[in-house]
């Protein structure tokens, strides 16, 4: 959520910002909202302090035999009237509350306008694979060596879900396991949220309301809403909502394995074929919470150990730094890490590092308290997935495949899948 004070006092910024997101916004609702808002305080005040003045009366005059049924009525008709005052002030309140949630974060000044056109590929590592024979693509292998099987997995679930199987589901757990591995190496603490989450958490994170569509909602009774995470962000940013911290206690640094659960466009064999695109997949996410000092060099960090993860596998990538109206509502900055899928000839992205600034920490009331000062600020949080698999996985396949049909397991994997190579199925 954008800084209440910055949308009233400086709404020019606020405009020209969002236009670099291409989004386009009219403050003329929200500043006659605005200055409703102001009138209803200003009577209400002037009628509680009548109120009291009048309230302060009806002693003196019982003491002195007076008549105070009239000031009694009185006081009754002002409690009526502060009554309605406050019932309309809740109701520009929800107005403008509504309205501000529904913007998007400020993008930061080094963030190039427009949209993924204008993406910029700040550097690549590694080559493109040059196989000297007719190469397969992701979804030929895995049937080939029997690791995934498609086909049921639509029938169990339907479209846009596979089934790991044999050294398929070894596979998959050991990239779990070596991303886990490194994240510990680097001293995140490991995290197990719940998969089911509240209206709450969603709204926290930045998705809800205006996402609220893109989930898998779990109706409760009574109205009360949960969902199926996303993603594991939006369990973490919601750890600390609510709460003040200290300054020495920052940079809080974390990281949650969970599947994610999305309503994509996917299905199977369709043109993001195989597991590109898909409703549940597996995905370690990092996260950090910190002071604005600190919050440029945590995105670098993740940004490095999102890097690093992919040059473990051996796998050739871009890094993206995305313009404005490419990066997701509740951020200012994000930077893509894109893997190469050779049969699709396009990078796909693995991992988003992102910078959200303030913005989730004002939705999620999360502040921290400056040393030896009563004064709180809010934090800053950012996010990086560390990696999801959906993609690293083809990836893996088509990259390390070889002319006998097997698949090379990277040395990064070896402990953790107890073989070197995939064979073909005899």
Known sequence: MLDMNLIRNNQALVIE?????????????????????????????????????????????????????????????????????????RDVDEKIQTFVVSLPNLPADDVVPG?????????????????????????????????IDYERGAKLAGNGFWIYKDK???????????????????????MLPPHILS????????????????VFKLEQEKGYMQFLLPTAETALINFHRNETLTEDEL???????????????????????????????????????????QSDAALEELIKKAEALVQGLGLHYQLSKLAAGDCS???RKTYDIEVWIDS???????????NAGDYQARRGNMKYRLNNEKKAAFMHTLNASGLATSRILPALLEQHQQADGSVLIPQALRPYTGFDRIEPLK
């Open 344 to 354: 699709m000839q396009v990078y796909k992205e693995v991992s988003s590092a992102s």
């Open 329 to 331: 509502a509740s951020m």
């Open 251 to 293: 940079p809080k640094k974390y990281f949650a394995y969970t599947p994610c659960y999305r309503k994509e466009a996917g299905s199977y064999r369709s043109e993001e074929r195989g597991m590109i695109r898909g409703h549940q997949f597996n995905k370690v996410e990092m996260f950090q919470y910190t002071t604005p000092d």
């Open 199 to 214: 209206y709450e958490s969603g709204y926290t994170a930045g998705q809800f309301p205006k996402f609220e569509d893109d």
């Open 17 to 89: 910002g969002l236009k670099k997101r291409e989004y386009s916004v009219d403050f003329t609702d929200f500043n006659a909202w605005d200055e409703k808002r102001k009138s209803i305080i200003q009577k209400v005040e002037l009628l509680k302090a009548e109120r009291n003045k009048v309230s302060k009366e009806i002693p003196e005059r019982k003491k002195a035999g007076e008549d105070v049924a009239p000031i009694i009525e009185k006081m009754s008709l002002l409690k009526d009237e502060i009554a309605s005052l406050d019932e309309d002030l």
């Open 168 to 190: 398929g589901a070894l596979l998959e757990w050991a990239l779990l396991n070596y991303f886990i591995s490194e994240h510990l190496k680097d001293g995140y603490t490991f």
């Open 115 to 147: 949209g993924k056109e204008n993406n910029q590929v700040i550097h690549t590592w590694g080559s493109k694979p040059q196989h000297d024979f007719e190469a397969k693509n992701h979804v030929e292998l895995a049937e080939s060596l029997g690791i």
